[in-house]
């Protein structure tokens, strides 16, 4: 019997681990709520931003690795604009929600962390190190991002999405400058 115990506890112990590793600081529903105030979610519906060959190869830069999806949902009500992004850590994705105000990150926040460590980075004394950051011409931050010993991947994960979210801001205030007569 007890062995019977102990090998069950070696099969399901890495199961309950890697159960108990998501942990979900804020749906992303109420992540669009707080970035729009109360309005957002009556004004600022979803909207689907489709992604070209070169956005999607720009995305595929910016992680290092392939990109397959066709397009994402964004949120938008005046000047911001907010993404809910997913990015592999060490090997599990993990959820953040950015805020972009007028081409700058205005807020970031991890949503859902699966990993089993690394969750450091869900503190506000790390998001807030990407306020007012904005991309440059070679697509990085515009300011250093301060790493977490034990977390390296997972702040190089939130530090892609972060890129990406302003890069996708940047396309979206370029497709709103063409002018009719430009098309």
Known sequence: ???????????????????AAQSVYQSP????????GSQGKGQAKAKVFWFSAEQRQV????????????????????????WILEEIGKEAPITVGIQVRHGQIYRTKVLIYRES???EVR?????????SATLTKDKQ???????????????RALTKLARI???LDR?????????????
């Open 171 to 183: 396309q979206l205030s370029l497709q709103n400058t063409v002018s009719p007569d430009d098309t």
């Open 29 to 36: 529903a109420d992540f669009v709520t707080q970035a729009l």
């Open 123 to 131: 503190h506000d004394f790390f998001t807030d190190q990407f306020k």
């Open 165 to 167: 979210a302003l890069y």
């Open 117 to 119: 460590r690394g969750d």
């Open 1 to 19: 019997m007890k062995t019977l115990i102990a090998l069950l506890s070696l099969f399901l112990l890495p199961v309950a681990q890697t159960q």
């Open 141 to 155: 931050l515009d300011k250093h991002i301060d790493g977490i010993t034990g977390a390296t991947l997972s702040v």
């Open 59 to 82: 995305i595929e830069e910016i992680l290092a690795h392939d990109f397959r999806p066709l397009r994402t949902r964004y949120w938008q009500q005046g000047d911001d604009t907010v």
